[in-house]
């Protein structure tokens, strides 16, 4: 009567795990997705100036490579919002929207 049950229901265990697997694979697709497009969501202007200032090419703007932009190099500080010494491409983006960083700068006095 068991061997029964489970015969029945061995099936049915593996087709939702296999479902369950799906679901995890395609979460992990979309993560890699997102993780995708926020690492290339510029406006191509920005991420063209972005690249240009990034000299070693990681992905990030350090304080000793904006000394080729001077609008960038007056505001470092303030765009570097995670104070980790170096603008990602949010902050990047932020820093060169002057509203939003005369804002920030504002509210630091
Ligand atoms: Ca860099
Ligand atoms: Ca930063």
Redesign the pocket.
Known sequence: MQANILRLVAPLLILVGALGGCAAIEQQEAADTQAATAAAALPPDLERRFTAL?????????ER?VWADAEVDRRFELGDINFDG?LDRAEFEELVDSDSTSRRAELRK
């Open positions: 990034d000299a070693n090419g990681d992905g990030f703007i350090e490579e170096k």
